[in-house]
């Protein structure tokens, strides 16, 4: 998943509606919910209980919250230790 579908997919979640994470996304509503149909498509998983207001996760789609939550702490991590590398204040 690529950073765009990754803010996507927290904003989705933190937001609780596809209608609301759209505005702040600056996204139209149908697209963001194709994404999601598409995300869900590939992983072979329901992520959103769609029966619930404000929206909720599945059992995977918390676990898929939690791993993009960890992946991007990481990504942080490495892309800080790179520039201390490249500064010579490590490694």
Known sequence: MNNIGINYF?????????NKAAKKLIVSQPS??????RLEKSLGVKLFDR?????????AGQR???????????ED???????D?????GG
């Open 10 to 18: 927290i904003t989705i979640v933190q937001e609780g509606s596809l």
């Open 32 to 37: 963001l919910s194709q994404y999601v149909q």
């Open 51 to 59: 029966s619930t207001t404000p929206l909720s996760l599945t059992y």
């Open 64 to 74: 898929y919250y939690e791993y993009i939550l960890h992946a991007r702490t990481m």
């Open 77 to 83: 991590n490495i892309q800080k230790e790179l520039i």
């Open 85 to 89: 590398i490249e500064q010579n204040k």
